[in-house]
């Protein structure tokens, strides 16, 4: 089983770009589809982008598509959200997860503890 950490969070202008990490623990890393979600206060978990064991197959949610890349680097087990052209609803907390290929949450049983992100006006 692994264990993931996000970091790469904080305060953005709107328009501005931050690069997320996940980095994991454990030796099953690439064993794992992973993915991307986040929650802003009040709203439920949303499915940002995906990725599957060998980062050969993607996936985005159209609110993100064209603006947010997912990678993974399974030499480093790590996992990365390139984030460009950041708006103010943006803002959430960003979680990564490691499970089944799939665009829900449903699919991840492994989660992160969350970095924050904040995109000002």
């Known amino acids: 089983q692994v264990q993931l950490v996000e970091s790469g969070g904080g305060l953005v202008q709107a328009g501005g770009s931050l690069r997320l990490s996940c980095a994991a623990s454990?030796?099953?890393?690439?064993?794992?589809?992973l993915g991307w979600f986040r929650q802003a206060p009040g709203k439920e978990r949303e499915t940002l982008a995906a990725?599957?064991?060998?980062?050969?197959?993607?996936y985005y949610a159209d609110s993100v598509k064209g603006r947010f890349t997912i990678s993974r680097d399974n030499a480093k087990n790590t996992m990365y959200l390139q984030m460009n052209s950041l708006k103010p609803e943006d803002t959430a907390v960003y979680y990564c997860?490691?499970?089944?290929?799939?665009?829900?949450?449903?699919?991840?049983?492994?989660w992160g503890q969350g970095t924050q992100v904040t995109v000002s006006s």
């Open positions: 454990g030796r099953t890393f690439s064993t794992y589809a």
């Open positions: 997860a490691a499970g089944q290929y799939g665009s829900t949450r449903y699919s991840y049983n492994l």
């Open positions: 990725i599957t064991r060998s980062g050969g197959s993607t």
